[in-house]
């Protein structure tokens, strides 16, 4: 009797099932009372899903301006909320959110509407998109599909981190506290990609280190683990381009734990290789597809060709740029990395940011079951991994936006996956935390600061 009360004890306030109710409690709260369309682009991406329900894999143009043809019920809610987006002082109350409630779909009344359609595919919103195709054929209220498809976006990154955690084999308090950032559980209740795609970062960390450390692991790692190793970053590739530096986590396997040497460099390969030509189709697709496409910052900018051409013939004068806006940037990388809301503007107050800082780095230092060391050459491939993928996304950012010297544009969602990564690199086991009382504090402090951050959100917006 008293081994199944210690065993119900263990399974109940597992690391994991902790994060789940947390996550799942604060994420319900963030997607009602976030106001619609708020999160990043999260208009786009709902219009662009409704595209796909209409047969249309990409978007339509009008005067060669990008756009869907959409319900003007839907057209009219984007309107309604469209000056929060830039402007700090426009507020929401739950009275306008009642007559918005009560608009109907009317599917039939529709019109184009011109926007900057995101670059994604139908896997990119698995499986929000589905269910969206459901609700438009009951003819659900927009309001209600809104909350249905931010609650599709929670469950799915409640999934794929809910598996990460259990499947680490140390720091899972470290990788509970990353995913229960108040940014990662603010997009998470978005509709966006970014649920789908930080947790399956998290999800391919987990996984790497599960491979490597896992006392309970199988002895060799065959096609098996490399289908699924290969299948969690090829989906995160699809899902976000800028990740693929993150292939070069495959080189901290061990290659004793594969058939031979020639075994692990063709998974290595293969792998790599196909995530590039499916990558490079889907560019040069986009590319092709969008070329005569005129949208608000196409007066701002000019030939992306010009561009990566001056980068390839002066790559160091480049790289000083990305020096400078990193240096110049850093302290928002570091506050909007673990909160932003809105569209990125509203941060919780900067002795919270510190208090989660503390935390993560208390997280670092704390487990029990941390046998082996990771070794400064696995830390190495962290650090490479790490700082490839920022250089594509900075890259990437410039292409858009074309702001020198200071390149603006990249936000903390984009660094969210990179965090357990950055972390690891402090973790040592000669410094080892193993207090009994840690995890309770973790529980209590982080749900206490998530209620600051929902605080603060209300602020922003009622």
Not at 157 to 181: E, Q, R, V
């Amino acid at each position: 009797m008293k081994n199944i009360a210690e065993f119900l004890k263990r399974e109940l306030f597992s690391v994991q099932n902790v994060f789940l109710v947390s996550c799942l409690f604060w994420g319900i709260l963030f997607l009602f009372l976030n106001p619609p369309f708020q999160a990043p682009d999260e208009d786009a991406h709902f219009f662009k899903m409704y595209g796909y329900t209409s047969g249309s894999l990409n978007f339509k143009k009008l005067n060669n301006y990008s756009g869907q043809i959409l319900p003007e019920s839907l057209i009219n809610i984007q309107k309604y909320y469209s000056s929060a987006k830039y402007d700090k002082k426009t507020k929401t109350s739950l009275k306008e959110l009642k007559i918005v409630s009560e608009q109907r779909l009317e599917k039939q009344n529709t019109k184009f509407l011109q926007f900057i359609t995101s670059w994604y595919t139908p896997l990119s919103y698995f499986p929000s998109f589905i269910v969206l195709w459901i609700m438009k054929i009951l003819n659900v209220k927009p309001l209600m599909m809104i909350y249905i498809l931010r609650f599709c976006s929670l469950l799915a990154y409640l999934a794929l981190t809910y598996a990460a955690i259990c499947i680490m084999p140390f720091k899972k308090w470290l990788l509970a506290l990353i995913a229960f950032l108040p940014l990662s559980v603010y997009q998470a209740a978005s509709i966006s990609t970014d649920g789908l795609t930080i947790g399956l970062g998290f999800l391919l960390a987990a996984y790497t280190l599960k491979l490597k450390f896992d006392e309970n692991s199988e002895n060799k790692i065959g096609l098996k683990q490399i289908f699924v190793w290969g299948f969690i970053f090829i989906y995160l590739c699809f899902c976000k381009y800028a990740y693929f530096p993150l292939g070069l986590l495959y080189l901290i396997l061990p290659q004793e734990k594969f058939e031979n040497k020639k075994y692990y460099l063709k998974g290595f390969l293969i792998i790599n290789l196909i995530n590039l030509f499916l990558i490079l189709v889907f560019l040069a697709a986009n590319f092709w597809i969008t070329k005569d496409v005129i949208t608000e910052l196409t007066a701002k900018t000019g030939s992306k060709i010009i561009i990566l051409t001056d980068i390839l013939k002066n790559p160091f004068e480049y790289l000083k740029n990305v020096a400078y806006t990193t240096n110049k940037r850093f302290g928002f990388y570091l506050c909007n990395v673990v909160s932003s809301f809105g569209w990125t503007y509203t941060m919780i107050p900067a002795f919270l940011t510190k208090i989660y800082y503390i935390l993560m780095f208390l997280a670092v230092f704390y487990d029990r079951k941390m046998k082996e060391e990771i070794s400064l050459k696995d830390k190495s491939i962290f650090i490479l991994s790490v700082l490839f993928s920022y250089l594509v996304i900075i890259t990437s950012v410039l292409l858009l936006y074309q702001r020198y010297p200071l390149i603006l544009g990249v936000q903390g969602r984009y660094l969210t996956i990179f965090l357990p990564l950055i972390f690891l690199l402090f973790c040592s086991k000669k410094i080892n935390i193993s207090n009994k009382i840690m995890p309770l504090i973790f529980f209590i402090a982080s749900n206490i600061l998530m209620f600051g951050a929902l605080l603060t959100m209300i602020n922003r917006f009622y």
